[in-house]
């Protein structure tokens, strides 16, 4: 386990300019935490992220209709020494009262998530124009970034690359690089 740094790590944020379609739903074939079962969230059929949640989470997504609308996505990616550790998040724009009263557990989540970003796009979030639903992490190491001197454009490339590429396909051109090096 890393120590705790003296100071904040160094922190970049970014979000989608366009809504998209999000889709969750209990991932069943995963073995999951004691309590808890794992939430896939899909765009245009894929798998983008996954997080650990407690059971009756999808469904109260479902039943206060926060991903009825297209939403937008946002990444938070914190730079530690062994790479980007990133936290993926939907952006729903729907009264929070409204999601606070239909669902007060799912609403106290949705605070927190809020409460741990502070800021969006310079400006502070007004409690009743949007709920921030947490999707999942990904990690992007030290040795797989594309850009290393500019932690904005790495989380950037990091939220395009989980919206537009295949990534199923990265891996096997990783793999075939590396067994061509050795061969």
Do not use: K, N
């Not at 160094?10 to 995963?30: F, Q």
């Not at 990133?86 to 007060?104: G, N, Q």
């Amino acid at each position: 386990m890393e120590p705790l740094p003296e100071s904040p790590p160094p922190m970049a944020m970014v979000t989608t300019t366009e809504s998209h379609r999000l889709r969750v739903e209990v991932l069943e074939a995963e073995p999951s935490p004691p309590g808890a079962v794992w939430m896939g969230s899909f765009v245009r059929g894929r798998l983008i992220a996954r997080c650990a949640v407690h059971p009756g989470t999808v469904a109260s997504l479902r039943r206060v209709e926060a991903l009825t609308r297209p939403v937008r996505l946002a990444i938070q990616a914190l730079q530690l020494s062994h790479g980007l550790h990133c936290r993926l998040v939907a952006i729903a724009p729907m009264d929070r009262r409204a999601f606070e009263e239909a669902d007060p557990w799912l609403a106290g989540l949705v605070r927190g998530e809020q409460m741990l970003w502070g800021l969006v796009g310079g400006r502070q979030v007004s409690p009743g124009e949007e709920c921030w639903i947490p999707l999942g992490y990904q990690t992007r190491l030290e040795e797989d970034r594309r850009f290393p001197a500019d932690l904005e454009r790495e989380a950037h490339d990091l939220l395009v690359q989980l919206l537009e590429e295949e990534p199923a396909e990265q891996v096997v051109e990783r793999f075939l690089a590396e067994l061509t090096e050795t061969a």
